[in-house]
């Protein structure tokens, strides 16, 4: 695994504390948020590279902060993955028409989560790369 900075936006406390836990212990730098709103404004206010963001949270769902996000932040600047429950799968597809990269179902299973992460992480220095050297 490699060093990034994830922010992790759900209204559900164990799992930003579980969430958060692992991927501290799998050594990434971990920032939490405990709605959409408050997400927005960390992301306004320093750098992240990659989001978890919760779909049903209160203050701003995290659709409603996905569509935001998406005026300010490209796919490659700030990869999304949403976390949604098994049975709100079909939600999903309307996040990836507004700018999800991915999405995890809950309960989380770990070693899913990381690939997913290191899968948009690498997308994401690879096309950054590529910018630098045009």
């Given at each position: 695994m490699s060093t990034a900075k994830i922010l992790i936006a759900d209204d559900g406390l164990v799992i930003r504390t579980v969430v958060s836990r692992k991927l501290t212990e799998a050594?990434?730098?971990?920032?939490t948020a405990c709605n959409?709103?408050?997400a927005i404004d960390k992301i306004n206010s320093e750098p992240f590279d990659l989001l978890l963001l919760d779909i049903?949270?209160?203050v701003l769902n995290g659709i409603e902060a996905l569509r935001q996000l998406r005026q300010s932040y490209t796919q490659i600047?700030?990869?999304v993955i949403m976390a949604t429950a098994k049975d709100e799968e079909a939600q999903v597809v309307?996040?990836?028409d507004d700018?999800?990269?991915d999405f995890v179902a809950k309960p989380i299973n770990f070693p899913i989560l990381f690939a997913r992460i290191e899968t948009q992480l690498k997308l994401k220095r690879a096309t950054e790369e590529?910018?630098?050297l045009k």
């Open positions: 050594g990434y730098e971990v920032a959409g709103q408050e049903y949270m209160p600047q700030l990869p309307s996040c990836f700018g999800a990269n590529l910018e630098r």
